[in-house]
């Protein structure tokens, strides 16, 4: 996971990613949705939302590979590297996920995207100190949906969908309705 964590950093870099706040500053985190340092430093407004990712990756990929035979003492059985095929490579397969939104999210078609149809006009794309920040949210949703189970992840993600729709009038499931299939009258509302 470090060389995940590590390479897509690097890309993000290579692609002309800042690594902090044109500021000069790092924050630990930002609570205002609407200024300047949002996705510029650790954790911002935006990071429930890659802390979701986590939650809906672990139920999706988790559940998936927990189709595969579980492996038993007989000889007939299969291998044990499928037992932890079922474990580790969803928790794998969903930081890869994460990496490549991240660097997705910080090409020039997403973040014009974000200018053109959200209502976050002045979004340049992510620092990669917050690109961390947001690949270590999904880590932890991750970790926390496989603690909690099904309906108590169920019910935090719709408690911080909630959450950050008062907070921010924004949240990870208006963000995907607003970048493919944009509606005026929820970019209208989502302006400070």
């Known amino acids: 996971m470090v060389v995940v964590f590590i390479a897509t950093l690097l890309a993000l ?16 985190i930002v609570l205002d949705a609407w200024s300047s340092h949002t996705s510029q430093h650790l954790l911002d407004p935006y990071s429930p939302s890659h802390f979701s990712h986590g939650l809906i990756f672990y139920f999706v990929l988790g559940y998936a590979l927990r189709l595969l035979p579980r492996s038993r003492p007989d ?3 299969p291998p044990r590297w499928r037992d932890s095929l079922r ?12 990496a490549a939104w991240e660097i997705f999210e910080n090409t020039p078609f997403v973040i014009d995207r974000y200018r053109s149809v959200t209502a976050s006009l002045d979004y340049s794309g992510d620092s990669v100190i917050n690109s961390f920040g947001d690949m270590l949210s999904c880590f932890l949703g991750y970790a926390v949906a496989r603690r909690l189970g099904l309906f108590k992840t169920t019910l935090l993600f719709l408690a911080l969908e909630l ?12 963000n995907v309705v607003m970048l493919i299939h944009p509606i005026d009258a929820v970019k209208q509302w989502q302006m400070p």
């Open 13 to 28: 870099r290579a692609m002309g990613r800042v690594v902090q706040c044109a500021c000069g500053t790092i924050q630990p």
């Open 75 to 77: 000889t007939l059985s």
């Open 87 to 98: 474990i580790t490579w969803p928790f794998v397969l969903a930081m890869l996920l994460e």
């Open 163 to 174: 959450a950050t729709l008062a907070w921010i009038r924004d949240n990870l499931t208006l």
